[in-house]
C-alpha cells in the first residue's frame, strides 16, 4: 500500500486519551449511559489517532466535510467513527474514493454505543489499498 503523509500534528500541543478506539467502545458496551457516561467524560476534548478505510464522505453546514470510517473489533458490529474536518481539508479529501485507507487524527466530541465522533480533525496520511 502506497500511502502519502500530509501532516505530522503538533503531538507535544495536543492531550492524547491514554485508551484506544476499542477500549474507549468497551465502555459503552456493558453498562448503562448513566454510568459509562462517567467513565466517558475524561476523555472527550483529548485527541486519538485512528485508521480505516473510508466508508463515506458528505458536507457539513460549515463548508467542511466529514469522513466516515469502519472499525470491526470484537463483537459482531461496526464502529462508525465520523471525522469532522474544516474547510481547509476539503479539495484533498472529497476526492478520495471509497476504500481508501487514512490515518487521522482528531479531539473526541462524542462516544455512543457502536460510533465515535471526532472533530477538528487532521491526515496524517492517506493510501489506496490493494
Not at 502506497?2 to 507535544?12: D, E, F, G, V
Not at 453546514?61 to 474547510?87: E, H, N, Q
Request: hydrophobic share 40%; aromatic share 10%; glycine share 6%.
Amino acid at each position: 500500500m502506497k500511502m502519502h503523509a500530509l501532516c505530522t500534528p503538533p503531538i507535544n500541543e495536543m492531550v492524547y486519551t491514554a485508551l484506544t478506539l476499542r477500549e474507549l467502545m468497551v465502555l459503552r458496551e456493558d453498562m448503562m449511559s448513566i454510568e459509562s457516561d462517567k467513565l466517558i467524560e475524561p476523555h472527550l476534548g483529548k485527541w486519538l489517532k485512528v485508521e480505516g478505510k473510508i466508508a463515506d464522505i458528505y458536507s457539513l453546514s460549515s463548508d467542511g466535510i466529514s469522513v466516515i470510517t469502519r472499525y470491526y473489533g470484537g463483537k459482531a458490529y461496526a464502529t462508525s467513527v465520523f471525522l469532522d474536518f474544516s474547510a481547509q481539508w476539503r479539495e484533498r479529501l472529497e476526492t478520495m474514493p471509497k476504500g481508501t485507507y487514512i490515518v487521522a487524527h482528531g479531539k473526541i466530541d462524542k462516544i455512543n454505543y457502536g460510533e465515535i465522533a471526532l472533530r477538528e480533525c487532521l491526515v496524517e496520511s492517506y493510501g489506496r489499498t490493494l
